[in-house]
């Protein structure tokens, strides 16, 4: 699906990549960033996108994929803000924005799914902005 997105932008005369890596590895992270800043030399916008939805009761919750949704869903999130910060504040000049759902404000609907919006809640604490942050 990437390479067919790329595709469709490359058509229209536009330059697109794209680049994968597991975000829950701050080594993989920190190597994409690299690929991208070689590729197009800076960075001026970085979209946390990353997640993994999950409907567990609570109780019953597997600890191993609780772990793993709060690797998607916030520390992902948190590396690769920790790897692109430094260029966005270099050139003091960049936006980030996160794609928290509305599992990430105080809704009453969100009780039913603890562990999903506790990873969010954790974005909301992390970017205190809200969906758009300017923090350089």
């Not at 969100?110 to 970017?127: P, R």
């Amino acid at each position: 699906m990437l390479k067919e997105v790329k595709n469709s932008i490359a058509k229209s005369g536009e330059i697109a990549e794209y680049f994968v890596c597991d975000v829950t590895q701050q080594k993989q992270v920190n190597q994409t960033v690299d690929k991208i800043v070689e590729t197009f030399r800076t960075v001026d916008i970085l979209v946390n996108g990353a997640g993994i939805w999950t409907t567990d009761e609570f109780e019953e919750a597997r600890p191993e994929l609780i772990e793993n949704a709060f690797k998607v869903n916030s520390i992902g999130p948190i590396y690769f803000t920790k790897a692109i910060l430094p260029i966005l504040r270099k050139k003091n000049n960049g936006h980030i924005f996160n794609i928290i759902s509305k599992a990430g404000l105080d809704l009453p609907e969100n009780k039913d799914w603890l562990t999903y919006t506790a990873t969010k809640w954790a974005m909301t604490g992390f970017y205190p902005g809200g969906f758009e942050s300017n923090i350089f």
